[in-house]
């Protein structure tokens, strides 16, 4: 039942079917509902020993840590009230994590979920693309009409419900199921393949229709790790590698293509780094990133809101989780590089997908995400519970894919320190590209 209840919980986070599909729904706290029959379903299957918890996995106490730091922003700079409304928001957050990762234990329920989530990024690119042709998706909604700058000229971009109601935050999302659309099919045969293109197909289609320009940079890096899928798998750590320097080497080179509202990101980012360096170890406060920008602006850069707001303290937790993630799929690929059977094959084809598709979220992140978001720990959940559905593949005496202190503990922190540096370093790069 607790499975059940967390696919529920996925639709109406990511669908909102009450606000297009049962409208009588709309008002109904059903995501309030749903949370509290997955953590009474957990506690009583966990109890039964039906849903058994990787407890030899640093994830699990890495969500309860984040959420914890989350609370710690508030509780020392004494925000009382906003420690009240962080409290049920981050729960919501951490736990849905936290329940994807102890219940993606088996190849069925990974294929599950992923299909679950490749069908509602299949719904929602009929609704973008119907906007397109006909001027309305679903229930009437329309897209919006924008003037983009640097090409002079009006923009149709499709959005979604909910979260989604973004083209930019709609894009992030259909992105990152192109990779899961490969990895859904059971066998890689004909169909399967059929299956595979055709859904990417329709998916990269709309994320044009959204014209998100961060959707493409998520989309092209995620087309590169998948290219980069078919070298050998001790290879692709130096293709990330060479990912992250040429970012960095083409900073200076992109400040003739900045338009005002790309230029405006950077600037209140470099404003959001001088607040991190006044309230560096526990941040300026959990949903308070506005208040330390100019205009009142949101981040739409999900490592600098998230250092930002929770400081490094709580940026440790966040990172590790998504360094994990890598970590445990890169190992699970050279873990299975050759498989002995169906389900190693397709926990292999599974682990390069969801490095491609985290990989896609990072890189759209930088420029149009947020920190704190349901797609975000999704993905994160997803990948990294990878070791642990390998773990029902592998041999019994197979030893641990992920160990705590060394990789949570020491390469945890010198990511978490290098990923800080290096966000801050390109913003840099990237004012001086502007400003000269």
Request: contains cysteine; proline residues 5%.
């Amino acid at each position: 039942m607790t499975f059940f209840f967390s696919s529920i919980f996925v639709l109406l986070v990511f669908w909102r079917p009450q606000e297009w599909l049962v409208p009588w729904l709309y008002g109904v706290p059903m995501l309030d509902i749903v949370v509290g029959m997955s953590l009474l379903t957990l506690i009583i299957e966990t109890n039964q020993g039906i849903v058994k918890m990787p407890r030899d996995m640093p994830q699990l106490w890495l969500y309860w840590g984040l959420w914890f730091a989350t609370l710690a922003t508030h509780i020392v700079n004494t925000y009382w009230e906003f420690l009240v409304k962080t409290f049920p928001d981050t729960f919501k957050l951490c736990f849905f994590g936290f329940l994807l990762f102890c219940l993606l234990d088996g190849v069925r329920r990974m294929r599950t979920i992923v299909g679950l989530i490749v069908a509602m990024g299949i719904v929602m690119s009929i609704h973008a693309l119907l906007q397109q042709h006909r001027g309305y998706g679903f229930a009437g909604q329309a897209p919006i009409y924008q003037y983009r700058i640097l090409s002079e000229t009006y923009s149709i971009r499709s959005l979604f419900f909910g979260i989604f109601e973004d083209p930019n935050d709609l894009a992030q999302f259909l992105g990152v199921c192109v990779p899961f659309a490969f990895a859904w099919p059971r066998r890689m045969g004909f169909f399967g393949r059929i299956f595979a293109i055709g859904t990417a197909s329709l998916l990269v289609t709309a994320v044009i229709a959204t014209d998100s320009r961060g959707g493409y940079i998520g989309l092209a890096t995620t087309g590169a790790v998948m290219a980069a899928l078919l070298l050998p798998a001790r290879w692709l750590p130096r293709a990330l590698l060479l990912v992250l320097l040429s970012g960095l080497v083409l900073c200076p080179l992109s400040g003739g293509y900045m338009d005002a509202s790309a230029h405006d990101r950077v600037t209140f980012w470099g404003e959001a780094n001088w607040a991190f360096k006044n309230h560096m170890i526990f941040g300026v406060g959990y949903g308070l990133f506005s208040d330390f920008v100019s205009g009142d602006r949101a981040a739409h850069n999900l490592f600098v809101e998230c250092y930002t707001s929770i400081g490094l303290f709580g940026y440790w937790f966040w990172f590790n989780l998504l360094q994990l993630a890598f970590i445990g799929a890169w190992r699970v690929r050279l873990a299975v590089a050759r498989p002995e059977n169906a389900d190693q094959e397709w926990v292999r084809r599974m682990s390069g997908m969801g490095l491609a598709s985290l990989a896609g979220l990072c890189s759209s992140g930088y420029f149009i995400s947020r920190a704190f978001i349901f797609p975000v720990f999704l993905v994160v959940a997803i990948v990294g519970a990878v070791p642990v559905v390998a773990k029902s593949v592998l041999p019994e005496e197979y030893p641990p894919i992920i160990y705590a202190k060394p990789d949570a503990m020491v390469l945890g922190t010198v990511g978490t320190l290098a990923s800080v540096a290096y966000v801050y370093f390109s913003i840099i790069l990237l004012n001086k590209a502007f400003y000269g």
